[in-house]
């Protein structure tokens, strides 16, 4: 069992930067892959960055490349998401998420989820 505890969420202006963690239990968190994804007001969840328990391998979805970086640090069990550059369009709620294998969770096979954070952009 994992449970996931998301922070740092917020309103900022378009073209600042924002950081999010996630906590998570457990002693095996460097064993599963971690993601965050974004659900805005109307859509869909969809897929934002993910990265492998090693924390060697990052994917990110092409609307947020070269403006967020995913990042984790398994002495912590934590992992972050460095949103630099935001755009109204980035506003949604994050929510953390984890699944042993980055593949699948790049995929949107997720174990567990966090319960969410806002982030507001205004222009």
């Known amino acids: 069992q994992v449970q996931l505890v998301e922070s740092g969420g917020g309103l900022v202006q378009a073209g600042d930067s924002l950081r999010l963690s996630c906590a998570a239990s457990?002693?095996?968190?460097?064993?599963?892959?971690m993601g965050w994804f974004r659900q805005a007001p109307g859509k869909e969840r969809e897929f934002v960055a993910a990265?492998?328990?090693?924390?060697?391998?990052?994917y990110y979805a092409d609307s947020v490349k070269a403006r967020f970086t995913i990042s984790r640090d398994n002495a912590k069990n934590t992992v972050y998401l460095q949103m630099n550059s935001l755009k109204p369009e980035d506003t949604a709620v994050y929510y953390c998420?984890?699944?042993?294998?980055?593949?699948?969770?790049?995929?949107?096979?997720?174990?567990?989820w966090g319960q969410g954070t806002q982030v507001t952009v205004s222009s």
């Open positions: 990265i492998s328990g090693s924390g060697r391998s990052t």
């Open positions: 457990g002693r095996t968190f460097s064993m599963y892959a």
């Open positions: 998420a984890a699944h042993p294998a980055v593949a699948s969770l790049r995929d949107g096979a997720v174990g567990y």
